[in-house]
């Protein structure tokens, strides 16, 4: 692991063409995230969160600039190799807990691991501690229909963080859950990234969880900055 920054944005570009107009949403943005850093990025809905966070992740390619995790330029890479990338140094927590319906709640965080590699017993080992991390692991039998949503979003967490990932991207984890609910589900993923030194940059409306993280950027004509 390299001392430097462990996901650096170098004048991203990113556009959307429509019809009449081109939309672009990163104008030469640059971003640093530093390791065990827990950053907010607060901006209006259709600002471009989600094309910020999925371009940081390696889902989408920027049109200009690079996307740099852990010293490494993936740009340039391959689909093949990005997609090894984000499979094991990236975690994705969405505003819908996008659990596999039909899987357990330990199943779901195993997933990740098993396609990995790992052996299932390594694996459901694994689950099992991160579910109880999670103040989840007395629902790991049942299936995401029977568990509330914050149990959902505490699942979701701990698969995203399943394979040890060097960086959470996480968008509006807490958006679809009631104000209590809420800070309780940010209180276990704020001590998930704290006891693990992941580092994460995490999309919120809500004014409150963003003033627990260490820093807070916004997007404003196309760029990242920071705001008080
Ligand atoms: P946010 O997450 O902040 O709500 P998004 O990144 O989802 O914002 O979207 C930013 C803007 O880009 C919105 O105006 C949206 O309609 C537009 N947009 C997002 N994805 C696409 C796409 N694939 N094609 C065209 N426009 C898009």
């Not at 790991?140 to 959470?168: D, M, T, Y």
Request: net charge neutral; with cysteine.
């Amino acid at each position: 692991m390299s001392a430097g920054p462990i996901l650096q944005l170098t004048s991203v570009g990113r556009r959307y063409n429509e019809i009449d107009r081109e939309l672009v949403i990163l104008d030469d943005a640059n971003f640093s995230l530093g390791k065990g850093e827990m950053v907010a990025l607060v901006a209006p809905s259709g600002a471009g969160k989600s094309t910020l966070l999925h371009t940081a992740g390696l889902l989408e390619r920027p049109d200009n600039g690079d996307v740099i995790l852990d010293g490494r330029a993936c740009g340039s890479l391959s689909d093949e190799e990005r997609t090894a990338i984000r499979r094991n140094d990236v975690g994705f927590v969405y505003q819908f807990h996008h659990l596999l319906p039909e899987f357990s709640a330990l199943e779901n965080v195993m997933m990740p691991q098993m396609i990995r590699g790992m052996k299932p017993r390594v694996a459901s080992e694994r689950a099992q501690q991160l579910l109880d991390y999670m103040k989840v692991g007395a629902r790991a039998s049942h299936r995401p229909s029977e568990l509330s949503g914050g149990e959902q979003q505490r699942v979701a967490i701990a698969r995203a963080v399943a394979n040890a990932p060097l960086v959470l991207l996480a968008d509006e984890p807490t958006g679809n859950l009631d104000p209590v609910t809420s800070s309780y589900v940010f209180e276990a993923l704020e001590a998930l990234v704290r006891q693990s030194g992941l580092s994460a940059l995490i999309a919120t409306h809500n004014q409150e969880l963003a003033r627990r993280m260490d820093r807070r950027v916004t997007l404003k004509d196309g760029k990242i900055v920071t705001v008080s």
